[in-house]
């Protein structure tokens, strides 16, 4: 699978915040977080390994008890069921990969025919 860069396609996830999912295979899923200053992402966790690079801007990272200044560089791994939250400090552009893949992330139904045939369910 290939992505061609496209300033097209971000869905919001959260107020603020808007995400397109680039490439995926068998075991992982590979998006693009835009996030907006003020915005925030409330405490949860998940079954999915989240790893993650912050491109631009500033975000306040909570993963379990510990809190981060996430800065451009800056990467982090939130394993799987770990509590964790952000607050967007500044305007920001991360990347982030889960593992398995996030069957919600996945983009609409051409792409999930892509996904079925990499997992063997389609022609």
């Given amino acids: 699978m290939?992505?061609?860069a496209n300033p097209d396609g971000y869905?919001?996830?959260l107020p603020g915040i808007h995400f397109k999912t680039l490439v995926f295979g068998e075991q992982a899923l590979f998006s693009d977080f835009r996030m907006q200053a003020g915005s925030n992402v409330p405490s949860h966790s998940h079954m999915?390994?989240?790893t993650g690079y912050l491109v631009s801007g500033k975000i306040r990272l909570t993963?379990?008890?510990e809190v981060f200044t996430v800065?451009?560089?800056d990467s982090w791994c939130i394993h799987s069921n770990v509590s964790h939250s952000a607050e967007i400090l500044d305007d920001s552009v991360a990347i982030e990969v889960f593992s398995p893949v996030r069957e919600d992330y996945l983009p609409g139904?051409?792409?999930q025919f892509q996904?079925?045939?990499i997992r063997g369910k389609g022609p």
């Fill in 115 to 117: 996904h079925d045939r």
């Fill in 11 to 13: 869905k919001p996830v």
């Fill in 63 to 65: 993963i379990g008890d």
């Fill in 48 to 50: 999915y390994e989240q």
């Fill in 2 to 4: 290939f992505h061609k």
């Fill in 109 to 111: 139904n051409i792409m």
């Fill in 71 to 73: 800065e451009p560089g």
